[in-house]
């Protein structure tokens, strides 16, 4: 069964760039592009910020970044900011027509 | 504006069931999906499973198959999540969120608490 590992804490200063990596433990991430990447910032529901890999949806800032490379996904948060300190979750398509979510990052600015 | 309003807070015996509704505006209910995605206190998110109301098919986690069963009904634009036996693992905030395909879903409801204890 598929698996989403994620590192559980990221931490950077403000104005640092910081990548948050999503390993998928089967091959599927690297044969699809629908991974995406939410926000949840404390108190709050998840917000989408990155679909498709590397696609932002309207009104998500573009220090928001995603990649992808063989089974890993990334999220890099360039330009830190105080606002960006919450949990981000990636999440993958897994047959049959079904999401797993990763375990989520815990973002801390210092 | 795309708004998901979910029904309130619940309180269940182990072995009930819980229903918990979500209405929603500002977008092509019917055409689209819903999911639905929990989160127990402290933990991480969980998708539960998607409905898409027109046609009515469902797609369910496995965790969950046999115990959750999603509905929708277009005229009210509102769907529903039934949880039946229900024990203390089940406690968790549970949302609705737009799905814009079956892989990606937002914006979310608020979440609806579900507390499961004797």
């Known amino acids: 069964q598929s698996a989403l590992t994620q590192d559980a804490s990221v931490s950077g200063s403000p104005g640092q760039s910081i990548t948050i990596s999503c390993t998928e433990t089967s091959s599927d991430i690297g044969g699809h592009n629908s991974v995406s990447w939410y926000q949840q910032r404390p108190g709050r529901a998840p917000q989408l910020i990155i679909y498709d890999v590397t696609v932002r949806p309207s009104g998500v800032s573009y220090r928001f970044s995603g990649s992808k490379s063989d089974n890993t996904a990334s999220l890099t948060i360039s330009a830190l900011q105080a606002e960006d300190e919450a949990l981000y979750y990636c999440?993958?398509?897994?047959?049959?027509?079904?999401?797993?979510f990763g375990g989520g990052t815990m973002v801390t600015v210092l | 504006q795309v708004h998901l309003v979910q029904s309130g807070a619940e309180v269940k015996r182990p072995g009930a069931s819980v229903k918990v509704s979500c209405k929603a505006s500002?977008?092509?209910?019917?055409?689209?999906?819903i999911h639905w995605v929990r989160q127990a206190p402290g933990q991480g998110l969980e998708w539960m499973g998607w409905i898409s109301p027109n046609a009515g098919h469902t797609s369910y986690a496995q965790k969950v198959q046999g115990r959750v069963t999603l509905t929708a009904s277009t005229s009210t634009r509102t769907a529903y999540m039934e949880l039946r036996s229900l024990t203390s693992d089940d406690t968790a905030l549970y949302y609705c969120?737009?799905?814009?395909?079956?892989?990606?879903?937002?914006?979310w409801g608020q979440g609806a608490l579900v507390t499961v204890s004797s």
């Open positions: 500002g977008f092509t209910f019917a055409s689209s999906y």
């Open positions: 999440s993958s398509y897994t047959s049959p027509s079904a999401v797993l």
């Open positions: 969120a737009r799905g814009w395909t079956q892989h990606y879903f937002d914006p």
